[in-house]
């Protein structure tokens, strides 16, 4: 089985401050975990993903996560924020179970930018 | 290429009506799934399918039904519509070979 806690539902940070967006995940077979964000009455647009080659995954918009095993982490991470930025974020776990591989999300981080 | 397409985009039900709600890739990916997303929930996956043809259940699959006849569509139907089915849909699609999923802008469905 796997899961994806996410921490925070609700996140505010000044325009020009870091973002830390925190996602711990479960999964019994070595995962593939992305980072999807949601702007308001829109689809989810992949920011970055994870597939088990380098730790650090860049994305698009300046975001960027660390995968740590040990921690079972993967934590995104933006060091200045903008404006454009305010949206839903949400982690995902991909492994295999049964036919084919599955998504399963965490419950979202509602990101909020202020002037 | 217009990638995921989801029609309607919103929709108002009365409690036992049944409807359909449709999904087309065009981007000649096997697996294809829908998601519900309710508010502190997350997304929750419905039914997926592999391919044409083979369909399978997913987290939260009662009320609903799924069939893929071709690669290019894959319809949801609500077969009694109930409050509880309020939500907002969202239809995704990847290739056999990648595990990026690609989302489709959602339908927004009330059921009163």
């Known amino acids: 089985a796997q899961s994806v806690t996410q921490l925070g539902s609700h996140v505010s940070v000044s325009e020009g401050a870091l973002v830390l967006l925190r996602c711990n995940y479960s999964?019994?077979?070595?995962?593939?975990l992305f980072w999807y964000v949601q702007y308001p009455n829109q689809g989810l647009q992949l920011l970055l993903k994870?597939?088990?080659?380098?730790?650090l995954v860049k994305g698009i918009n300046g975001f960027e996560a660390e995968f740590k095993k040990s921690e079972t982490s993967f934590h995104l991470t933006k060091p200045s924020a903008h404006m454009s930025d305010a949206a839903e974020y949400f982690c995902?776990?991909?492994?295999?179970?049964?036919?084919?591989?599955?998504?399963?999300f965490g419950t979202g981080t509602r990101l909020q930018v202020t002037l | 290429n217009a990638g995921v397409t989801q029609t309607p985009k919103f929709q108002v039900l009365k409690t036992g009506q049944s409807m359909t709600l449709q999904c087309a890739q065009d981007?000649?990916?096997?697996?294809m799934s829908w998601y519900r997303q309710d508010p502190g929930m997350g997304l929750r996956l419905i039914h997926y399918?592999?391919?044409?043809?083979?369909?399978d259940q997913g987290e939260v699959p009662n009320g609903y039904n799924v069939s893929r006849s071709t690669t290019e569509d894959f319809p949801l139907r609500l077969l009694s519509a109930a409050p509880s089915q309020t939500s907002v849909y969202f239809c995704?699609?990847?290739?056999?070979?990648?595990?990026?999923?690609?989302f489709g802008p959602g339908t927004r469905l009330l059921v009163l």
């Open positions: 999964s019994s077979v070595p995962p593939y």
């Open positions: 995902a776990v991909s492994g295999y179970t049964g036919t084919a591989s599955k998504l399963t």
């Open positions: 981007m000649n990916h096997e697996y």
């Open positions: 994870y597939t088990s080659a380098a730790t």
């Open positions: 399918s592999v391919g044409a043809g083979i369909t």
């Open positions: 995704a699609s990847r290739s056999a070979g990648q595990e990026t999923q690609y």
